[in-house]
């Protein structure tokens, strides 16, 4: 089964920035459509970027034209550029695939992003 790896959360100020890294313990951006989620204390881990077939991007109306999804397959990353952070985008950030497939890839940990003053 492949392993995902999230880094790159922290405590940022509102306003700031952060990038999120992914790696994959194998080369399976060729065969599925990545994207990140996230989950909020209480709530249900939602997707909000993502990579299409063919590599177009979406993106949650939360997040559009804060976020920006991109990839190195020859590093098997993906990563997740967030600007304009808000308090609202607290959460735990998980890369997986779209939609996730149980059966082949493991959840990472995630990576732990808060945004408060």
């Known amino acids: 089964q492949v392993q995902l790896v999230e880094s790159g959360g922290g405590l940022v100020q509102p306003g700031g920035s952060l990038r999120l890294s992914c790696a994959a313990s194998g080369s399976i951006f060729s065969i599925v459509d990545m994207g990140w989620y996230r989950q909020s204390p209480g709530k249900e881990r939602v997707l909000i970027a993502r990579f299409n077939s063919g590599g177009s991007t979406n993106y949650a109306d939360s997040v559009k034209g804060r976020f920006t999804i991109s990839r190195d397959n020859a590093k098997n990353t993906v990563y997740l550029q967030m600007n304009k952070l808000k308090p609202e985008d607290t959460a735990v950030y998980y890369c997986?695939?779209?939609?996730?497939?149980?059966?082949?890839?493991?959840w990472g940990q995630g990576t732990q992003v808060t945004v408060s003053s």
């Open positions: 997986n695939a779209v939609p996730p497939m149980d059966h082949l890839i493991s």
